[in-house]
């Protein structure tokens, strides 16, 4: 078990763990249009035109394998029980809907920010995290947690991506879309338009970020790669 009541050490320790063929021939033959072209340009292809980007998270994140699902539909909410974790579609915002022995909270890891995220130190925050609380990202692989009201910085967590291994909390996924990590691990995605829901929590994937909130939405947040806002 990880400081702070993270109970994903398990998943740490399991992650630790086109052909070519020839030209066929081509029989020559005088071609007398031949003449009059030679020295002519030949056509070449138009390039391809990149896509556009599909939200407002970076792409192509060394961790993870970008696989952007299509849009599952506006409000369609997912019942789990407390353990459930996902990855956003662009893989930059993993989140966490966790329970210990003293009550349910939300974990959030974000991999790449336009500008480093601008968290306030907590009001009061809840004795059990005292010694994990930081007022700063480390490396921006610190957690941002949210419990019994408030948003802060925790630094002892590993990342929890790992959580959302379609094997443990990725397992409510389903046949739905998937993501692999680092090693190749499956890793279960939150579709836009989708929301993953406890009993005492939510989280709502959508293509400007993720929110989290309590259910009844008195305190959360919402995470993007622009920034974060907290509320409550």
């Avoid at 996902?86 to 022995?101: G, H, Q, R, V, W």
């Avoid at 408030?150 to 590993?158: A, D, H, K, R």
Wanted: aromatic share 6%.
């Amino acid at each position: 078990m990880t400081r702070g009541g993270f109970r994903i050490i398990c998943l740490a320790a399991v992650l630790l763990a086109g052909c070519t063929g020839a030209a066929p021939e081509v029989e020559e033959v005088d071609d007398p249009a031949a003449e009059t072209t030679a020295g002519a340009p030949e056509p070449t292809a138009e390039e391809p035109t990149a896509a556009e980007p599909t939200d407002a998270e970076p792409t192509g994140q060394e961790s993870a394998t970008e696989t952007p699902p299509e849009d599952a539909g506006e409000g369609e909410v997912i019942d789990v029980e407390p353990g459930a974790a996902f990855l956003s579609p662009s893989t930059n915002i993993a989140c966490f809907l966790a329970e210990d022995e003293d009550g349910a909270y939300v974990g959030c890891d974000i991999q790449e920010t336009d500008a480093p995220l601008e968290l306030p130190p907590p009001d009061n925050v809840a004795p059990r995290w005292q010694e994990t609380l930081c007022e700063e990202p480390v490396d921006q692989g610190s957690t941002i947690l949210l419990s019994e009201g408030e948003v802060f910085w925790n630094c002892s967590f590993e990342p929890i991506m790992i959580a959302a291994d379609v094997e443990y909390g990725g397992s409510w996924v389903g046949d739905g879309p998937t993501a692999e990590l680092w090693d190749g691990t499956p890793a279960a995605v939150l579709a836009y338009g989708q929301t993953l829901r406890t009993a005492t929590h939510e989280c709502t994937s959508a293509r400007d970020g993720v929110t989290c909130q309590e259910i009844g939405g008195e305190h959360g947040l919402t995470l993007s790669r622009s920034g974060i806002e907290t509320w409550g």
